[in-house]
């Protein structure tokens, strides 16, 4: 349905900042709530954040709440993931994911039907 494309990863040390990008397709993205899911090695896919379709309403996981902000330009068909206060656990690949069955988003994965390729993000300690 959509076509997402992450960006913005790279290497950053422990208490630095990085700005993710996520770029989508399609000509109704309001109707797309969105959210930022990680997978480190070894680890399950772990809800980051979320964001409702016109960007009225975001929530975040627990290990990132304070440090993290997601938000999105419609006009332009993308998601961003502010990350500041990286630390080193921040380490894995980041993941946009998009669904058009909840308007808010939401914490599941399984609930989301497209997903980006994923951008790799290290923080070293």
């Known amino acids: 349905q959509v076509q997402l494309v992450e960006s913005g990863g790279g290497l950053v040390e422990a208490g630095g900042s990085l700005r993710l990008s996520c770029a989508a397709s399609?000509?109704?993205?309001?109707?797309?709530?969105m959210g930022w899911f990680r997978q480190a090695p070894g680890k399950d896919r772990e809800f980051v954040a979320g964001i409702s379709g016109i960007g009225r309403s975001t929530f975040y996981g627990d290990s990132v709440k304070g440090r993290f902000t997601i938000s999105r330009d419609n006009a332009r068909n993308t998601v961003y993931l502010q990350m500041n206060s990286l630390k080193s656990e921040d380490t894995a690949v980041y993941y946009c994911a998009a669904t058009a069955r909840s308007r808010f988003g939401s914490r599941r994965s399984y609930e989301y039907d497209d997903w980006g390729q994923g951008t790799q993000v290290t923080v070293s300690s």
């Open positions: 399609g000509r109704t993205f309001s109707g797309y709530a």
